[in-house]
């Protein structure tokens, strides 16, 4: 706890709340399948009305906006603003980030490795989504130029494929 308190005290933190940065966070890394109000609930495991007061919050500060969702009517595709990259280049993440960056590699594998398996434990436990990235998902078949995401039926590029995803289910990982 201690740990996450430093991380969120920053001189970029006070700008906005733990909410709006997580959004903010969210938004910027999410895959254009992804970039809804609801996907965020579902990561922020929060309501979809506290979702949504939290994204519209960030869309009248100027750091997100909302666009109409040609794939799904019913829904908004949300995008961050220049102004909102502006604010994340103020990150206070971007501390843990650097000292985590310091640690050896097999230290840092190490920590990734068991934080991905304690989030998919307590996802399961929770009956709730695991989020991932699209590069690691079982859905993806890659191709020259990017992959095919058998979920949504689409083509990703390269660019898109180290982007989190609602619709994330682990490779198999070998245990050898």
């Known amino acids: 706890m201690h740990l996450a308190r ?4 920053g001189p970029g933190a006070a700008q906005l709340s733990a909410a709006q940065w997580t959004a903010l966070r969210y938004f910027a890394r999410a895959n254009r399948f992804s970039r ?3 996907a965020f609930s579902e990561f922020h495991a929060t309501t979809r009305g506290t979702a949504s007061q939290t994204v519209k919050s960030l869309v009248s500060m100027g750091f997100l906006e909302r666009r109409s969702n ?9 995008e961050v603003t220049d102004a909102g990259h502006a604010m994340l280049a103020q990150d206070p993440l971007a501390d843990l980030r650097r000292a985590l960056a310091e640690q050896p590699a097999e230290v840092r594998a ?9 989030t998919e434990t307590l996802a399961e436990q929770r009956s709730a989504r695991t989020f991932g990235r699209c590069d ?31 619709d994330f289910t682990p490779k198999l990982r070998s245990t050898g």
């Open 6 to 9: 430093l991380a969120h005290s």
């Open 36 to 38: 809804t109000p609801s």
């Open 70 to 78: 040609e794939a799904d009517g019913r829904s908004a595709l949300i």
């Open 136 to 166: 690691e998902c079982s859905h993806c078949a890659p191709r020259d130029t990017g992959a095919y995401c058998h979920c949504t039926q689409a083509m990703l590029r390269a660019e898109e494929m180290g982007a989190l995803c609602i």
């Open 110 to 118: 190490a920590l990734m490795k068991h934080l991905r398996a304690a």
